[in-house]
């Protein structure tokens, strides 16, 4: 069966970035889908479900990227994790 | 930016003593606060803040046997960490429920949010690096630790 790749632009709004918490947070999120999680930035591609391999983006406040799923799950996974970064990750101020 | 930028030979530990997660912070700050005697902080207020957050915030244990604590301090000139690993096993709450041997603590003034997003990607990108931290954890002594993180940066350049 072939899926459908599902794309978003998402915008990092945290005023720290992407870094240690949010990128946790956001590797356990994507692990819930089944589908593959990218984000890609500048043509290349991070594993969404590696926390790891979400700072070595080193995605600053205001940071563009594009948010891909892959999978039967992706249109879900999609909304469900650009509206989570639209939230900031569910991070408060001091993040 | 290099891990060694910022995590200079006096700031690693090698054989963290310390049983407990407090502990090794405790450890930790305290080579930091050795390593950079030119930045003005005071040991007990970073060993809070970085408990603190890990409590409050959830755990810097990234899974795999690392954690990356950290603290906002305003009063650096720049950014400093430590580096430490452990022959004990260290519960850090960490993400994946394993307990954590390797530690890379940063500290990083508020203000250079771009800097600090640097030196987690020279971070995360090391411990990515195929076999760093299977070396990192054989490594017995200061000098072998500072060798495996000279060739993680000559693997980076490539």
């Known amino acids: 069966m072939i899926h459908m790749i599902h794309e978003r632009f998402i915008t990092i709004l945290n005023r720290k970035g992407l870094h240690v918490r949010p990128a946790a947070a956001f590797a356990q999120a994507a692990a819930r889908f089944k589908s593959r999680i990218r984000l890609l930035r500048d043509g290349r591609a991070f594993d969404g479900k590696s926390s790891l391999e979400l700072l070595m983006i080193a995605a600053v406040p205001g940071t563009s990227l594009t948010l891909q799923a892959e999978g039967e799950d992706a249109a879900e996974a999609v909304e469900t994790l650009a509206r989570f970064a639209a939230n900031r990750f569910g991070m408060e101020e001091d993040d | ?158």
């Open chain 2, 1 to 158: 930016m290099k891990i060694t930028e910022f995590i200079s030979r006096k700031a690693v530990v090698a054989n963290l003593k310390s049983v407990d997660k407090k502990g090794v912070i405790q450890e930790l700050v305290a080579a930091m606060k050795k390593a950079y005697p030119g930045e003005r902080f005071a040991t007990g207020d970073v060993v809070h803040a970085i408990l603190d957050r890990e409590h409050r915030l959830g755990s810097t244990g990234l899974g795999s046997g690392v954690a990356i604590p950290h603290a906002y301090i305003e009063s650096l000139k720049g950014i400093v960490g430590a580096f430490g690993r452990s022959d004990h096993t260290i519960d850090f709450n960490a993400v994946d429920g394993q307990p954590v041997r390797l530690f890379f603590l940063i500290a990083s003034p508020t203000i250079h949010k771009a800097e600090y997003m640097e030196a987690l990607k020279a971070t995360s990108t090391a411990i990515r690096t195929q076999n760093f931290c299977k070396f990192l954890l054989a490594a017995k002594t200061v000098k072998e630790i500072e060798e495996v993180f000279r060739d993680a940066e000559e693997l980076a350049k490539v």
